[in-house]
C-alpha cells in the first residue's frame, strides 16, 4: 500500500510540480492550499506524512504544526518555506517538525528527506502521546481529564490507564492477554473477562453508539484495535 502524503502549498505552480513528482514516486497524494483546510484534512485524514508550507493564507504552517501537535498527531512533519535563517528553522522543530526543507530545494533532496522520514515512523512506530482528540472526544491524559462534545466524562483510573494504552498502540491489533498484562500487570488468564467488562464500559462512555463502537472496535478471534 503506497504511503499517503498530505501537501499544504498555495502556489499553484508548485503545487502542480510537487503532486506531479510524488505520484511518479508512487504515493498517494492530497493537497490544500491554505492553513485553515490545510489543519482540517490533517486531522480528520489518515496520512503518513504531511509537506507543510510555513507562508500560507488563513494559518501560518507554524500554527498548523503546533495544533496538530496539540491534538496529538503524531504524523511526520515536513516544512518547506522560502526562509533561510537558522532561527525560522528551530522554531518550525520546536513546534513539531520533523524536517525543515528550505525553497528553492532539489527535488531529488525532497524525495530523500520524504523517504528518510518514512523509513523512520515505520521503524519507530507511534509515540506515546499527553493529548489525543477523536471523533467528539478529547484526551488529557496528563490532566486525567476526558472530554466528549467539551463535557468531562468520568472514567476510573484503570479505564483512564486502558483508552490510553488503546490510543499509544492504535492501529494495532492488541490480545486480551497483551492488554491484561500491560495494563492491569497480571499474568495472561484465558478465563478473565476483566478487558472485556472495562472495554464495554468505555464504550458506553465514549462512543456515540457503543453497539456498533468506530474507535473501540474488536477483532474477532484476535482482540481489539483503536481506531480514530
Known sequence: MSSRILLVEDE???LLTLTDLLESEGYSVETATTG???LAKAINGAFDLILLDVMLPG???YDVCRELRQQGKDVAILMLTAKTQVLDKVVGLKLGADDYLAKPFDPAELLARIEALLRRVTKDGLAPVARFRFGTVMA????GEVLKDGAPINLAGKELQLLRYLID???KVLSRDEILKDVWEYQPDIFSRTVDVHVAWLRQKIEDNPQQPKHILTVRG???RFSQ
Open 140 to 143: 488529557d491524559f496528563e490532566k
Open 12 to 14: 499553484p505552480g508548485l
Open 36 to 38: 485553515p483546510s490545510g
Open 222 to 224: 484476535s482482540g481489539y
Open 169 to 171: 498502540h492504535r492501529g
Open 59 to 61: 494559518k501560518s504552517g
